[in-house]
């Protein structure tokens, strides 16, 4: 299907960001499909690495979403569905699903991983669509759940999505965000991430990273590149709409307005950016440490969460 009306330029350049992204990665050897990963080395500090990160550190959000939506059943929609891996994800669990996307390669990669899917043992139905999230038609009281996962961000018209999301929803339905906030990353967090890098075995050897880091300008310029890394500044910006939103109370805000809060949960204090660039024999119970000890500093509010998880169940009036 293609969009219910021209992109504007911002938006193809979003589109064609996405495209190279995407195209990049298959090319590679990633498979958006959670129940088919297999190793890729050529992402070096990314959680799709290898797929027991994905297990340890993906997983856990993908779930959340799943259950929620599994509970009322009936039908689902992602918006900004990428290449699809949580859709499936939802249809194989019976689910009937529709993933849009802005981005043609996405959904056409998207389009190739459900046909070839193999599992097909209570599976929903599973369409895809290409098109604005912002133009196109919704419906009226038409979906069970409407998911957003890694795409809010995205998104400045906050308001604006919201009052369509609530309109679009069925009486008692699920609104499900999971969401980076970048804009809660500190350099304090920088920090620490910094200093965890330095002394674990990650993908740069130990004489080459040490050696660079044994003066304080060195060591601080370190700190200030890990920084612009987790925040998307310079090199580091995946795409000219990347993280317009940068803080949870943003999106909460309008999600307040038209929603009943049921869930919110913070998480990621620095685990984005280390987790797939963990090297070595000991590198998943590392990883599985590393998790527990991410989610205790940020629920004791030691540092500042990167993500967070919301489920509201759309209110009777606003």
Known sequence: MHPSRPFNKVLQEEA??????VTERIQHG????LRRLKKVEWFYNNVWREPEFVKIHLLPKVNFV????KKRGGKVIELGC??????????RNGLEVVGVDISPKSIEIAKRFAKENPYKENFGS???ICDDILTMNLGEEQWDTIVFFGTLHHIAEQETLMAKVHKALKQGGNLVVCEPVRGHFTKDSALFAAILRAVLPTWIPYEEKLKNLMDAQSWWNYVEQIYKEYTYQDEHTQSPMDNVVASAEMMLKYIKKYFTLQTVEYSDAFIDKLIGGLRGEHRFLLARF???LDNELVRKKVLPPTYVKIHAIK???C
């Open 16 to 21: 064609a960001a996405f495209d190279k992204n």
């Open 30 to 33: 990633f498979i958006p499909d």
């Open 66 to 69: 799943i259950e929620i939506a």
């Open 82 to 91: 990428g290449t699809g891996y949580l859709t499936l994800e939802l249809a």
């Open 126 to 128: 599973l369409t895809y």
């Open 290 to 292: 590393l998790k527990f």
């Open 315 to 317: 209110a009777q009036d």
